[in-house]
Structure formats: C-alpha cells, structure tokens
C-alpha cells in the first residue's frame, strides 16, 4: 500500500507539471492566432483537459466486459459533470479567496458574464435531455435519437462560442520549450509542447486512476461509488489545477471556461456512449449526483443574470452540493 501511496503522488505531480506546460502553451497558442479568452478557455483548454474523463468510460464500456466495467463507465460519465460542477467550481472560488487572502489578487472575479452564461445554459439543457431520457431508458431506438442529437447539437455551440465577443488572450510568459532549448518560438514549437503536455496529461491521470483503484480496491470500495467519487477526482485534477493557476493570474474568463467549457464538453460526448452502449438506467447515487450538478450550475447562473457578475462564494455553494452527495452515500450504506 505504501507504493502505491508513492507512484500516487509522482502521477499527481506529473499531472500538476502538465498542467502547468500546458497552460503556457495553450495562451500563447490563442495569442499567435488572436483567438478570444472565449475559444481558448470554452473550447481548447475544455476539450483538452477532458480528454482523460472521456477516454475512461469509453474504454470501460465498449472494451471492457462485465456489469462492473459497465458500473465504472456510467460512474464515470455521471461523475465527471457533478465534480465540474460542484468540486470544481469550490476549488475555483476557494482558490480566489485564497489568493486574495494572500494579496496576490483581489476577491472581486473579472469571468466574461455572456460567456458564463452561454456554457451554463447549454449545459444545463443539455444534461438535463441525458438525464431525462434515463425515465424512458427501455426505449432503446428513442434513446439512440436523443443521443445522437445530442451529439450532432455540439457544433452549435462551437458556433456560437466562436461568434462571440471575448477579450483576447494577454500573456507576457515565455514558451517554456524555447527556453529550455534556447530556440526562437515559433507556432510549431508551441504545437509541439501542448501536445506533449496533452499526451503526458492523459497518461499522468491514466496511472493516477490506476492507483487510486488499487488504493480504493484494497479499502475495499464498492467499483459504481469508485468510479462516481474517486475517479473523475483524479480525471478532473488537469481542469482544477489550470483553473487555480489561471485565477492566480487574475485570468478569470480562462479559469471559468475550462471549467463550463468541459462540463458543455462532457454532456455530449461521453454521455452518448452511455446512452448507446449500456442499459443507461440512473438510480442511487448516479441520478442525486445528476441532480446536483445541475442545482448547482443553476443556481451559479441564476446569480450572474441577476447580478450581472460572478462572485467566488457562490460557486463554493459547490462544495455544499459534493456534500450532498457524499452525504447520500454514507447515509445509504
């Protein structure tokens, strides 16, 4: 148990690492093509921090046989959205309080409001279709539609997001490639390092789930309540960390959007494997996580279009909902 303990914590700081190299790329890369905060943070940063949440109930589902590996794959899909939505965003709003605790920022939160807005809503309404059609799951030809335009909705969003108005990206940092091997940065020099940081990203939090399942199997936790907790913890670490990084640098609509950005992300792409690929009946503890995710990402929406911003105690109201959940958990054992 204590290597595991060990090679645990070397793939949470291999995932810190990436994350770091990664944001450095990914701003530089929005910078030198003049892209807005909007596409980098909703878009980019989204669906390349999603990657490893989504590759994990693919593998589990399509690859992988037995109810347990079916257990993981719906755990997963409904556990990714619920710790962006509740976790994350507590780590978002604690991470400014923090900072400005510290003086490195002040509380007030700069995220673009119409942006918030945009993703939230989205996401909201998508979810809330996945979810829906779990009541009418024995369905299965009604279910693949839904499914499916879900899936071909996603564009529309894309759309929209690179209509949008958006502040442009602002960045004094140096690529950290070009320094390292003192070469003039070029846009195939920053390509190379976000792909890098990507790759290593998949793979830290590929071995992070590794062991913390060995770690959660040896304490004997049950696989559905492993997959909905413990490892979309480990597979959301990458948009956690860019988003206290981001904010640390005052970069609020960035911090934001990888966060809402991969929650739009996650309510397409993963779910539709679900929905296609397994009984996709949410019960337990799968559909209350469903249910706080989107009371959550509610009532954040509700405060920006009433009061026109973002405050960081609201979305540590986040942190109230993972309790729920937790809450549910212990309670029905």
């Not at 060990?6 to 929005?30: D, M, Q, T, W």
């Not at 390349?48 to 989504?54: D, I, K, Q, S, Y």
């Not at 994990?56 to 589902?61: E, G, S």
């Amino acid at each position: 148990m204590a290597l595991q303990i060990v090679f645990l914590a070397a793939s949470l700081l291999l995932i810190l690492f990436c994350c770091i190299i990664f944001v450095n790329a990914i701003e530089l890369f929005g910078k030198s093509l003049n892209l807005h905060q909007g596409i980098v943070g909703s878009i980019l940063a989204a669906i390349g921090t999603a990657l490893p949440e989504t590759v994990i109930p693919i593998i589990a589902i399509l690859f992988t046989g037995g109810k347990a590996a079916k257990d993981v794959g719906i755990g997963a899909i409904a556990g990714a959205p619920f710790m962006l939505g509740t976790l994350a965003f507590f780590v978002a709003g604690s991470a400014v309080l923090i900072y400005a605790l510290l003086g490195k920022r002040t509380p007030e939160m700069t995220a673009d409001i119409k942006n918030l807005e945009r993703d939230l809503t989205f996401f909201l309404i998508y979810y809330s279709i996945a979810i829906g059609t779990t009541f009418f799951h024995e369905h299965a030809v009604l279910k693949a539609m839904v499914g499916l335009a879900l899936l071909a909705s996603y564009p529309l969003y894309l759309r929209w997001t690179i209509k949008s108005k958006n502040d442009e990206i602002e960045t004094k940092d140096n690529l950290y490639i070009s320094g390292i091997f003192r070469l003039r940065p070029t846009l195939f020099l920053i390509i190379v390092q976000l792909a890098v940081s990507l790759v290593l990203l998949v793979v830290g939090a590929h071995y992070f789930v590794v062991y913390v399942q060995a770690l959660s199997v040896s304490l004997g936790v049950p696989a559905l309540i492993l997959s909905l907790i413990i490892t979309p913890i480990a597979t959301e670490l990458p948009e956690k960390l860019n988003s206290i990084i981001w904010v640390g640098k005052g970069k609020d609509t960035l911090a934001l959007g990888n966060i809402t950005g991969a929650m739009v992300f996650q309510s397409c792409f993963p779910i539709v494997f679900g929905m296609l690929f397994t009984e996709w009946r949410l019960r337990g503890a799968t559909l209350v996580s469903a249910g706080c995710a989107l009371l959550s990402a509610l009532i954040v929406l509700a405060w920006v279009k009433t009061a026109r911003s973002l405050n960081p105690y609201v979305l540590c109201l986040g942190g109230v909902f993972y309790g729920v959940l937790i809450t549910y958990i212990v309670l029905e054992k």
